[in-house]
């Protein structure tokens, strides 16, 4: 819908001469149908047309730009094809061929058509916008450009060509000029939903998502049912938490177009957020019936298998998440077989890391079981773990992502495995991961550093120390109720006989001086120490303390790995990380509160004040 390069062909005069007098008035009845409205009369009156004169030029010319209009391109080609081949000096077949080959994403084909149609009559104004949108979409928005001017050039007045003008200056990151175009064509058309539409997605790219919702209830007011549109606009209500609203564009998309994987696919979001599992399971299904292929509903799928206990199932699905669009793991390129869990005895291996920093953490508990496997085994990692690793995974190689020599395959390994991909073969069944009774800590914080930081604990008094993590680098609205505010914590800061220590790795100093005002509590920061950058010296921070309580984080994550003792809180009652139970299963050592996300958060700091008093085992 954002761009309309197609001019309106199908005209009918200038026929005489060229056809029989039988047939130029069945095509004079059959255009008449057509402008009625009676598209599927017009449609078989073409082709009985077509059965007496398989190469009547304007039968063919018609029924391919009707079938353009349809959305079905290949039949489209068709029959613009076999009207250009009767009369190949056509501008205006070329460019509409052009066009088409658009639609099928054969761009070189449609730039040859278009360049074809400019050689023939070189101002066309028609060839050029379509010459300009082929090029934008192979990438070449600069010089598309140029040709969207000329096409203004030609015809100043058309809002289709200022809009497509409008879309390379939006693609080229010149968004004023691009909302200025926009809005010189709405003073021609006010009500164009193509122009409303593009102001919705330059909008939303913005993150300017009320500005997008207006532009986008605007285009449905001229065309409701339009499914990009209706798509769009559910996209941007979800984001705005506005669910059952979101959820009926969803399903207007997927009552136009049955097949619309994508609307499946979120309207699975909305559901899931809503609290309906097995709604959103179904509309996954279905997502995977309409398109085996489609990496999100099976990464989705895995991970609600995940969260209902299918453990097993869930590592099948979760495969596919370097090819999933809303998921942040990367596609890499190493050469080397992946490892099929077959013995590694003799053999070597290298492991990567995905996902952010605590995901490699979390899921690097496995590394000790490739270990006992006794093949000879490389670690790639973020930076930040190089020196915690390699401290902590006695015989294995650490580098820094990226390796090149293995990426590129200069160095020989039998086998590559992805961190998480080794789940398929250590933790399918509950069963298989770590209890407290196991060697469960696999993360060694290095002594120097603890001794030092505990030096400057002691400094501060020689209570019992419990660090404290409220709050992320990064909150994005989606996930704010995993979050709590100070005053919300104030059951806890209201323990006395322990210190305080701050590891939330941003600047909170606001929150830390609420603290002491309202609560009276001092929440120690520990100077000279990065938070955020320097996981080594968090590792020694984490293991000098007594207890960390800290929301869900590469905090609680870390100090799970290092075995300390944590309570996590979390504002959702189940999570992926669960694997249908009722607490995280990757650190024995780590017990998780969990609230619904709609309820307060003072209940459950009340718990973990109780929790914490019993396990420092303080008085009062």
């Not at 081949?85 to 058509?113: C, F, M, T, W």
């Amino acid at each position: 819908m954002s761009d309309e390069p197609m001019e309106n062909s199908g005209h009918t005069e200038g026929m005489q001469g060229s056809v029989s007098e039988s047939l130029l008035t069945k095509l004079h009845q059959a255009g008449q149908q057509q402008a009625d409205g009676n598209m599927a009369e017009a449609e078989q009156a073409y082709e009985v047309i077509l059965e007496q004169e398989p190469d009547n030029k304007f039968a063919n010319q018609l029924l391919g730009g009707m079938a353009l209009q349809k959305g079905d391109f290949q039949r489209a080609h068709k029959f613009v094809s076999k009207a250009l081949a009767v009369d190949p000096n056509n501008e205006e077949l070329n460019s509409n061929l052009g066009i088409v080959l658009i639609k099928l994403q054969r761009l070189d084909e449609a730039i040859h058509y278009f360049n074809q149609a400019l050689l023939l009559q070189p101002g066309y104004a028609a060839a050029h916008n379509g010459l300009g949108t082929a090029l934008r979409e192979q990438g070449n928005t600069e010089k598309a450009l140029i040709h969207h001017i000329q096409a203004l050039a030609a015809q100043p007045n058309d809002h289709r060509m200022r809009n497509n003008y409008a879309n390379s200056l939006r693609e080229l990151g010149r968004t004023d000029e691009a909302i200025e175009q926009y809005s010189t064509a709405l003073e021609s058309t006010y009500g164009d939903p193509d122009t409303h539409y593009n102001l919705g997605v330059l909008f939303e790219s913005l993150e300017q998502l009320d500005r997008a919702c207006d532009h986008y209830k605007k285009a449905l007011k001229t065309d409701p049912n339009h499914p990009e549109v209706n798509f769009n606009l559910g996209n941007v209500l979800q984001s705005l938490g506005q669910l059952e609203t979101a959820m009926e564009k969803y399903k207007k998309v997927i009552e136009v177009m049955p097949d619309h994987a994508k609307s499946h696919v979120n309207l699975g979001h909305a559901l899931l957020k809503s609290g309906d599992k097995k709604g959103a399971e179904n509309h996954w299904r279905q997502a995977l019936v309409i398109n085996n292929e489609f990496a999100d509903a099976h990464v989705n799928l895995a991970l609600l298998n995940f969260e209902l206990g299918n453990i097993s199932e869930g590592w099948k699905g979760f495969e596919w998440r370097n090819k999933a669009e809303s998921y942040g793991s990367p596609q890499r390129q190493f050469p080397q077989p992946n490892w099929d869990g077959s013995p590694l005895n003799g053999k070597e291996i290298i492991l990567w890391g995905e996902m952010g920093l605590g995901d490699e953490i979390s899921y690097a508990s496995m590394i000790p079981d490739v270990l006992r496997q006794g093949g000879k085994v490389t670690i790639e990692c973020t930076q930040r773990l190089v020196p915690l690793f390699t401290r902590s995974f006695e015989g294995a190689e650490v580098y820094a992502a990226p390796y090149a020599p293995a990426e590129d395959g200069h160095r020989f390994y039998d086998f590559q495995s992805s961190f998480p991909s080794l789940g398929r073969y250590f933790r399918n069944t509950v069963g298989d991961f770590p209890s407290i009774d196991d060697q469960y800590i696999y993360l060694k914080a290095d002594p120097s550093q603890k001794a030092y930081l505990q030096e400057q604990l002691k400094d501060i008094s020689d209570k019992p120390k419990i660090g404290l993590c409220w709050s992320s680098n990064l909150v994005k609205d989606e996930f704010r109720h995993f979050y709590a505010s100070i005053r919300e914590m104030e059951p806890l800061l209201s323990l006395t006989g322990v210190d305080f220590v701050c590891l939330v790795p941003a600047n909170v100093d606001d929150d830390i001086a609420t603290a002491l005002i309202e609560c009276g509590v001092t929440i120690h920061v520990l100077e000279g120490l990065d938070l955020k950058q320097d996981v080594d010296g968090v590792a020694a921070l984490l293991s000098s303390l007594d207890i960390v309580v800290s929301c869900l984080s590469t905090v609680t994550e870390l100090a799970g790995a290092l075995g300390v003792r944590t309570l996590g809180f979390i504002g959702e009652n189940s999570h992926s990380q669960w694997m249908g139970t009722d607490d995280v299963l990757w650190f024995p050592n780590t017990h998780y509160h969990a609230k619904h996300k709609s309820k307060p958060w003072k209940p459950l700091f009340v718990d973990i004040s109780l929790e914490v008093k019993n396990i420092l085992e303080l008085g009062g």
